[in-house]
């Protein structure tokens, strides 16, 4: 689920690529070795085929390589909303991190909202014995570029049908991101 904040977004923020720039989907070695989902490759792809299908394999090179020396650039963008994972990037950043899920749900909320994020928050007035009100609502930056927002965005649209119309909830518009874990199954 971190792809889209570690890889897809910082590639279209920073290196202007579009939805439709080709990466490779092919066994490699980018500091370790990941593999996909399914045990398989898919050789040349769009990234919006990459993002969608969840692909480790050329988000992970895309990552390590035309990304590569972004990546105070990454960290900084990420800590813009939300998400610290320390001083250093490193390959499996690509592909995971650790978050919490109301920082990642921050963080999504950024590509629907234009670009602009607010750090989640359940109490925006306090009101004292006194009657004085006193707001808490947190400020909302911009954190990216609203087109970095809309073209991922976009791609987001692209998972629930890729996945199925049984995820579909009629009347509503969906952006969603498949993820996985590594969990044995005693686990």
């Given at each position: 689920t971190i792809k889209p904040l570690t890889v897809y977004g910082p590639a279209i923020e920073y290196l202007d690529y579009s939805t439709y720039h080709q990466v490779y989907d092919?066994?490699?070695?980018?500091?370790?070795?990941?593999?996909?989902?399914?045990?398989?490759?898919?050789?040349?792809?769009?990234?919006?085929?990459?993002?969608?299908?969840?692909?480790?394999?050329?988000?992970?090179?895309?990552?390590?390589?035309?990304?590569?020396?972004?990546?105070?650039?990454i960290l900084e963008w990420l800590k813009s909303m939300g998400i610290?994972?320390?001083?250093?990037?490193v390959p499996a950043n690509s592909i995971s991190g650790g978050f919490t899920p109301v920082q990642l749900t921050g963080a999504y909320a950024a590509f629907a909202n234009n670009g602009n994020y607010?750090?989640?928050?359940?109490?925006?007035?306090?009101?004292?014995?006194?009657?004085?009100?006193?707001?808490?609502?947190p400020e909302t930056k911009q954190?990216?570029?609203?087109?970095?927002?809309?073209?991922?965005?976009?791609?987001l649209k692209d998972v629930v049908p890729y996945y199925g119309r049984s995820l579909n909830i009629p009347g509503y518009v969906h952006a969603a991101k498949t993820g996985t874990s590594n969990y044995t199954a005693d686990e």
């Open positions: 092919v066994a490699s070695e980018v500091g370790y070795s990941p593999g996909n989902y399914d045990g398989r490759h898919k050789g040349q792809m769009s990234m919006r085929e990459a993002l969608v299908d969840s692909r480790n394999t050329p988000t992970a090179k895309l990552f390590t390589g035309d990304l590569d020396s972004y990546q105070p650039q610290n994972l320390g001083d250093n990037l607010t750090e989640p928050y359940l109490v925006n007035t306090v009101v004292t014995q006194n009657g004085e009100e006193i707001d808490l609502t954190v990216m570029k609203d087109s970095t927002a809309y073209m991922v965005n976009d791609m």
